[in-house]
């Protein structure tokens, strides 16, 4: 009988996926493509898209394991370089490093009989194994999305995920697009070494400050979520904090925002609105068309450029699976808490989400959702069944906290964490049931 689980990728969702199944009884093999583990926070890696300054948007307790603190030394935002050693600790604590394989790409999974063939290429060649279940942990900020403009650019273009340090920005003129965290953070790098920066975006955003009232920002707004206060209470209090930290930012020149608080992914960044009060990154609308060396811009307005750096984002994909298995739909997978496909009882998908804060204390419920549909599957097929049921019935479900998210890519994933966590907790009980 086939009873082992692969898990794909040796992230942050994959070390979780591989604890919590072990933790639950699982025999385990993930397969990782890197020479180490750590995924997007291993800098320089080829799975890898952080650059040299990157650091966490959320603060250290909304971005530990619930059951692995971080230091206490960290910083309230760590540095990638201790994201990296935070994992490598984890991995070190709960006995992971014996369960990966690491330089092994996974080329394709298909299923067979009830089962899932994973055909790997690693250091010994290629090979297929057969597995009982397979949770897909690689993540989705690999594959860049790329935007398009009529004409010819003949500088030189670059994606985000092809940047590693301000290095490549010094002494020419660039056009950063996209306003993102990524793009913010690579307008700010670039007004620092840059003959001129240009900032181009389609809309304005809401602007929160790292730090409110002498905490981290995503601690003052838990705290609001905690306190329960109506969604239009914590709007007011949002446009108020920001009037008061960041102030008025069409008075910079950015754009107003055309949409509600908490209607977008957060925008953390102290220092954009810094440099463009400095003038050291002018903001542009949208860009209409290349010309040459020239830039122009939706307004009509020009400039010559030396590079155009997208910080536009990235695409999931998972090209070693038919898209059919993870119920596609509209550009994206259709997914019970984007995690239960509805084709399947032992396919998952772990860390396919854009938290509004961080991300690995959701991922840890995530696996364990994942551990515990399994062990319904295998002591209680009925409990499983029923639950499985239940979510391709609510497959479309969201958990934005009762906001609206702008329609866009970017938004695909994207959740509120305590409205997503209490869903986690109700999927955990139901598949507990009366054990």
């Known amino acids: 009988m086939i009873d082992r689980t692969c898990v794909i990728g040796a992230g942050s969702s994959g070390l979780a996926a591989i604890k919590n199944l072990r933790e639950y009884g699982f025999d385990v093999d993930c397969f990782e493509a890197a020479d180490d583990l750590g995924g997007n926070w291993n800098f320089g890696k080829p799975t890898s898209r952080v650059y040299r300054s990157t650091h966490m948007i959320s603060s ?6 619930p059951d692995f ?11 990638h370089r201790q994201l990296l050693e935070y994992f490598r600790a984890y991995a070190r604590h709960f006995g992971l490093y014996e369960h990966i394989r690491f330089r092994t790409r996974v080329l394709r999974v298909e299923p067979y009989d009830g089962a899932w063939d994973v055909t790997v290429a690693g250091p010994d060649g290629e090979e297929t194994r057969r597995y009982a279940a ?3 942990a690689n993540g989705h900020n690999w594959h860049p999305k790329y935007p398009e403009y009529p004409g010819e650019f003949t500088g030189e273009i670059l994606h985000s995920a092809q940047y590693k340090g301000p290095e490549v920005l010094a002494g020419k003129r660039v056009v950063v697009v996209g306003a993102g965290n990524t793009g913010c953070d690579i307008a700010v790098e670039s007004a620092q070494v840059a003959a001129e920066t240009y900032h181009s975006t389609r809309r304005g955003y809401w602007y929160v400050q790292k730090y409110n009232f002498g905490r981290p920002g995503d601690q003052v707004m838990d705290l609001m979520l905690a306190l329960r206060l109506p969604l239009r209470l ?8 920001a009037r008061l930290t960041v102030g008025d930012v069409t008075r910079f020149g950015l754009p107003k925002p055309d949409h509600e608080p908490f209607e977008t992914h957060p925008i953390i960044n102290t220092l954009l609105p810094y440099y463009v009060g400095q003038g050291d990154i002018v903001p ?10 020239k830039v122009v811009f939706a307004d009509g307005s020009q400039v010559t450029a030396d590079l155009v750096l997208y910080a536009t984002g990235y695409l999931a994909r998972f090209e070693f699976l038919d898209e059919k298995h993870l119920n596609w739909t509209d550009g994206r997978p259709r997914l019970y808490q984007h995690v239960f496909t509805p084709h399947h009882d032992n396919l998952f998908v772990a860390g396919l989400i854009q938290p509004d804060s961080g991300q690995f204390t959701l991922v840890h419920w995530q696996t364990v959702a994942i551990a515990e549909f399994l062990t319904a599957r295998r002591e209680r097929p009925e409990l499983a069944g029923r639950f499985l049921a239940y979510a391709r019935q609510h497959v479309t479900d969201v958990f934005s906290g009762g906001t609206r998210y702008k329609d866009s890519t970017r938004h695909y994933y994207e959740v ?13 009980n139901r598949l507990r049931g009366a054990r």
């Open 60 to 65: 250290k307790p909304f971005t530990q394991y």
């Open 69 to 79: 603190p971080m230091p206490d030394a960290y910083p309230d935002y760590p540095h």
């Open 134 to 136: 397979v949770v897909i």
């Open 234 to 241: 914590r709007r007011a209090l949002y446009k108020a904090t």
């Open 284 to 293: 542009k609308p949208d860009i209409a068309r290349f010309a040459g060396e």
């Open 416 to 428: 509120a964490h305590q409205d997503y966590l209490r869903g986690l907790e109700r999927t955990i």
